[in-house]
Nanobody, 125 residues
Framework: VQLQASGGGLVQPGGSLRLSCVAS????????IGWFRQAPGKEREWVTC????????VYADSVKDRVTIFRDNGKNTAYLQMNRLKREDTAVYYC???????????????????WGQGTQVTVSS
């Protein structure tokens, strides 16, 4: 059972990246997917999630209108499309899966059962 995050890299400010999160050993259909990130010297923070609140998506204010989370259950994969990247988006990005429930704090990393290994995103000119 694992999640595999990939797609990170070096990108210039204003550029785009698409991160992928592939699940193996379990079916993503029954899980909410969250993306978190951890910048150097900072705590890990929640970025976004899908199927976490009323079946929809929720975004942190810092990324709202610049990122889109979506999933393809047929491929057992979730994605994070990031546009108009800023230097402050530089971080290691983690995907995580939490069983879908009616009420829980989807911003709390302790609610997530499975974690990917992280993929580095560096925004720099």
């Amino acid at each position: 059972v694992q999640l595999q995050a990939s797609g990170g890299g070096l990108v210039q400010p204003g550029g785009s990246l698409r991160l992928s999160c592939v699940a193996s050993g379990f079916t993503l259909d029954y899980y909410a997917i969250g993306w978190f990130r951890q910048a150097p010297g900072k705590e890990r923070e929640w970025v976004t999630c899908i199927s976490c609140k009323d079946g929809g998506t929720v975004y942190a204010d810092s990324v709202k209108d610049r990122v889109t989370i979506f999933r393809d259950n047929g491929k057992n994969t979730a994605y994070l499309q990031m546009n108009r990247l800023k230097r402050e988006d530089t971080a290691v990005y983690y995907c995580a899966a939490a069983p879908i429930r009616t009420q829980y704090d989807f911003r709390d990393e302790n609610e997530y059962r499975y974690w990917g290994q992280g993929t580095q995103v560096t925004v720099s000119s």
